[in-house]
């Protein structure tokens, strides 16, 4: 049994596996992988493309998607080892997992950091806790990570660009009035890295790096095919020949916890809008970004409804790389 909880554990050719079933899918393939099979997708955090993408997805494999909202209408639930439960969780992971995988072919799992104490939570315990005492394949739908966008986006870029490697790829945080989850920049990091791409971090200052693990898995992967990682703050040259522009706002890891302290650094730093003028110094280069995106905040008008983005292509995406990792994980 093998889980999809992070683009770490699979080698680009096994995620190039996914992105080539993804296409076939989008391109009117059909698939009754989940017939008379259920996944059950636990949502800690709200949802729009993942949730839609996948209860769509799993329907058109021939399955069905339970939703559960803890806290809502599922019971709270707690996560810690040998926890004395007298808070307000009324079940434990150990039990949830279990019945779940009675029910269930698969399991999905949305839980955001809980951005108190960066050292906990970058040990992603709420999903590793499911992986752990579930008896079938467990989906990250984000957490500190977000493999499934990773995907989305790089069948986007593959559309988009054709071949990815020795193309410059820019990863941009830009500003927003509230400190953000990195998992997708994270995820951003690594499937660029893995995929060929001189990849380029621009943010504000050093205070901004993504977390360590990360950095250091895309600097191993651009090594392994000979590319480049450069981190910057200087705009002009991010930006300059860039082939894909993608921009995501994050909070600074040493300020974790902490964001009044963060808040008068994150407002200095308004110029990291996307722009069209940024946007000009890449030649011609693409622009993408998750969604949500607050417009003329994050991104102006003007490049979010150019030619040049892709945002709309890449959410698209996600309903066939949805399906695509599915099918996978439920192959004998």
């Not at 950091?113 to 992986?131: H, L, Q």
């Amino acid at each position: 049994m093998r889980h999809f909880l992070s683009t770490l554990d699979w080698s680009r050719a096994e995620l190039q596996a996914l992105l080539d079933d993804a296409r076939a899918l989008k391109g009117g393939a059909l698939g009754n992988e989940l017939a008379g099979k259920t996944i059950g997708l636990l949502f800690f955090n709200p949802s729009l493309r993942t949730r839609t993408s996948f209860e769509i997805g799993a329907r058109q494999l021939g399955g069905a998607a339970v939703v559960l909202e803890p806290g809502k209408g599922a019971w709270p639930i707690a996560f810690e080892p040998g926890l004395v439960m007298d808070g307000d969780e009324e079940e434990h992971i150990s039990e949830v997992a279990r019945v779940l995988s009675r029910y269930c072919e698969l399991i999905g799992v949305r839980s955001f950091p809980k951005f108190v104490d960066w050292s906990a939570d970058r040990e992603d315990r709420v999903v590793n806790a499911v992986a752990k005492y579930a008896s079938v394949p467990v989906i990250n739908l984000e957490t500190i990570t977000h493999p499934c966008q990773e995907l989305a986006l790089m069948l986007a870029l593959e559309e988009h660009l054709g071949t990815t490697d020795g193309k410059k790829f820019l990863l941009t945080w830009t500003y927003h009035p509230k400190p953000l989850n990195t998992a997708v920049a994270n995820s951003a990091l690594i499937i660029a890295a893995k995929f060929g791409f001189d990849v380029t971090l621009l943010c504000p200052n050093e205070e901004y790096r993504l977390d360590e693990r990360y950095m250091s898995a895309a600097q191993a992967s651009v090594a392994e095919n000979g590319r480049t990682l450069t981190v910057t703050h200087d705009i002009d040259a991010a930006y300059r020949g860039a082939h894909i522009v993608y921009a995501k706002s994050w909070g600074a890891l040493p300020y974790f916890g902490r964001w009044a302290d963060e808040k008068p650094m994150r407002e200095r730093a308004r110029n990291f809008m996307v722009d069209e003028e940024k946007m000009a110094l890449t030649g011609g280069g693409l622009f993408s970004h998750c969604l949500p995106v607050r417009r003329n905040v994050k991104v102006t008008d003007a490049v979010l409804d150019s030619a040049a983005c892709i945002a709309i292509d890449e959410a698209a995406n996600r309903l066939h790389v949805q399906k695509a990792v599915m099918r996978a994980l439920l192959k004998p």
